[in-house]
């Protein structure tokens, strides 16, 4: 295939030009950031559909465009299951969510659950549940970047992670959320067009229907990829993924911190809509990408390029449209990874520095100039850290951590997010407690899963059957919530909630 | 007072609604969920050449997912508005806010 494995010089000068361009916009936006405020939420100053772009920009990570298409092409219907698992959790996000996260007006996930509760061990509790989340997503980013720029412009991977890391860090370090939300914008928009491009080509080599493509892949390859296959060979383990892929999305760090970037409820609401028109359309696409790709590629020669599938989308555009357009949908996939490591490590920051630093290390008592030192030194250290771990996890399934990462959100910040928006009898032990055992057991329950202890390590069998933990992990950290709040009410966490319950339109 | 028992009403109207829309949306997908899980053979079955069921219900649940938004945001946006009519009417009334 031409330019797999080979530098491709139009390749290279696509993505240096996103890179200028995202650089450019970063430089005048940095000269914007002046204040806590704007480095975080950018002054709340993006309008709704900005904000619902950027949001879909935030979410659809290498995961949705190489890992989706990939499963797709390579095991039919099964990859649809992501599509679809992806896209269920923004309603319960419109419906739940956005409205009083953008009512309370706070930063992180962790403002909003200390709201009421005693500030220091729910920021420590909700710190290590976003920082799980953030790691498992992140390494997912680093691990699909630096297999898409070693196959496609010829470096090591190890420098593709660097440079991804160091790129990275450039973003968020000068512009904050301001030049994310740029970068956010612009991704999404090239993302939706490079998909769609590429979509209409493959359609216009099958009269522009669907269904002819679908019955050229069963014709190929049999009946069986229409249908649930090998994938989800163990129903419990199908429910398991589902349950986590819905929940997860309302307990991502990184797309909760989107909220308050815009001005009131309304537009938040609104932004949500947006986000899920753009990510819906987005996911209805990886249906005619996967198939395509099958059909037209073959699955031979996707998995002989990575037995993962995830060039299984680069290659189609290098078969309908060329050299030039391989180029393109790179140059998109890169920007798409780089784009979402940006906001990661801008939530990991605020997580850091804002719940950790200011408020438990020094107990709120810290003016802007060393908040902002602070959230920067963060920046570092976690795109150190992420370097470091991209390097270590060489190899591994991107759409598979991706899952794992949706599994800990699920666990760890689902519960006590819904429960202490609606629920008054929550109490600070009850949703401690919760996170903790959310964030353990579900990093606990994967490596006992059969993924590390049978495909990774090797051994005969695994102590745990499910390789998603959702299933357990969900019910159990609600229950030692609802369980300890109920066994130790706390009337102080109670009073409170009348008197800051974020379910009260904001009515300004 | 009266502005803001009405005030109150339309928030827990709202919070019905949301509550009931996800409600809604879980047993949608869950019960395609439980389907791909326990009934692979219903889901395999092909409709016309290239469209399964499996496929066809994947299809409609991304389209419950964007009508039940589309539909709440409508909804709520004209709540939010006469929630704010009210809020007016009530300072009107009362001298505050």
Do not use: C
């Amino acid at each position: 295939m031409a330019g797999a494995g080979s530098p491709n010089l139009v390749a290279i000068a696509f993505f240096v030009g996103f890179i200028a361009l995202s650089l450019g916009i970063t430089w005048v936006a940095s000269r914007r950031t002046h204040s806590t405020d704007h480095f975080y939420t950018a002054g709340r100053s993006v309008t709704a559909f900005q904000n619902g772009l950027a949001l879909a920009g935030d979410y659809m990570s290498a995961a949705s465009f190489l890992g989706i298409a990939g499963l797709v092409a390579t095991s039919g219907f099964d990859g649809l299951i992501y599509s679809i698992g992806f896209l269920v959790g923004w309603p319960i996000v419109t419906f739940l969510i956005a409205e009083p996260l953008r009512n309370l007006g706070r930063y992180t996930f962790a403002d909003v659950v200390a709201l009421r509760l005693r500030q220091v061990p729910v920021r420590i509790a909700a710190a290590l549940g976003s920082l799980a989340v953030i790691a498992f997503y992140l390494i997912a980013q680093m691990v699909g970047a630096g297999n898409l720029i070693r196959l496609l412009f010829g470096l090591p991977y190890e420098a593709a992670v660097v440079i991804v890391g160091v790129v990275m860090l450039v973003y968020v370090l000068f512009g904050g959320m301001i030049a994310t939300t740029w970068v956010q914008i612009i991704k999404a928009g090239l993302l939706l067009g490079g998909a769609t491009l590429l979509s209409l080509l493959v359609l216009a080599r099958f009269g522009f229907n669907p269904l002819v493509l679908f019955d050229a892949a069963a014709q190929r390859y049999g009946e069986g990829v229409l249908a649930p296959g090998r994938l989800v060979s163990d129903p419990i383990d199908a429910v398991s993924l589902g349950l986590a892929l819905m929940l997860g999305t309302a307990g991502l760090p990184h797309i909760l911190m989107r909220f308050y970037t815009v001005a009131d409820a309304q537009t938040a609401r609104s932004s949500v809509g947006y986000a899920t028109a753009a990510i819906g359309f987005f996911y209805l696409l990886t249906f005619v990408l996967g198939f395509g790709a099958t059909v037209i590629v073959g699955r031979d020669a996707i998995t002989k390029i990575d037995a993962g599938g995830n060039m299984a989308a680069p290659l189609l555009a290098a078969a309908v449209g060329g050299t030039p357009f391989l180029g393109f949908i790179a140059a998109v996939a890169f920007a798409t990874i780089l784009a979402v490591v940006a906001g990661l490590a801008l939530s990991g920051a605020a997580t850091l520095s804002h719940d950790l630093w200011v408020n438990v290390v020094r107990q709120g008592h810290v003016d802007e100039s060393e908040q902002l030192a602070v959230a920067r030194v963060a920046t570092v250290v976690l795109a150190v850290i992420s370097i470091g771990l991209g390097v270590i996890f060489k190899g591994q399934n991107v759409a598979f951590m991706v899952g794992l990462a949706f599994a800990i959100a699920a666990s760890a910040n689902f519960p006590a997010l819904v429960l202490s928006i609606f629920w008054k009898r929550l109490t600070t032990t009850g949703a401690v407690a919760s996170m903790l055992v959310g964030t353990f057991s579900t990093v606990t329950l994967i490596w006992f899963s059969p993924t590390i202890q049978v495909d990774i390590l090797k051994h005969e069998s695994a102590w745990f059957p499910l390789r998603n933990p959702g299933l357990v992990t969900i019910p159990l950290s609600f229950a030692v919530a609802v369980g300890l709040s109920l066994l130790r009410p706390a009337n102080r966490d109670e009073q409170l909630f009348e008197r800051a319950t974020p379910l009260d339109v904001g009515v300004k | 007072m009266e502005h803001e028992q009405e005030q109150e009403g339309l928030s827990a109207a709202r919070w019905r609604t949301a509550i009931s829309l996800t409600l809604v949306m879980l047993a949608v997908y869950v019960g395609f969920i439980l389907l791909v899980a326990f009934n692979k053979p219903l889901l395999g079955r092909v409709i016309v050449p290239g469209l399964s069921v499996g496929i066809l219900l994947g299809v409609l649940v991304i389209g419950v997912a964007w009508l039940l938004t589309w539909w709440y945001i409508r909804w709520a946006n004209a709540l939010d508005a006469g929630i704010r009519r009210i809020a007016r009417a009530g300072a009107a009334g009362t001298g505050r806010r």
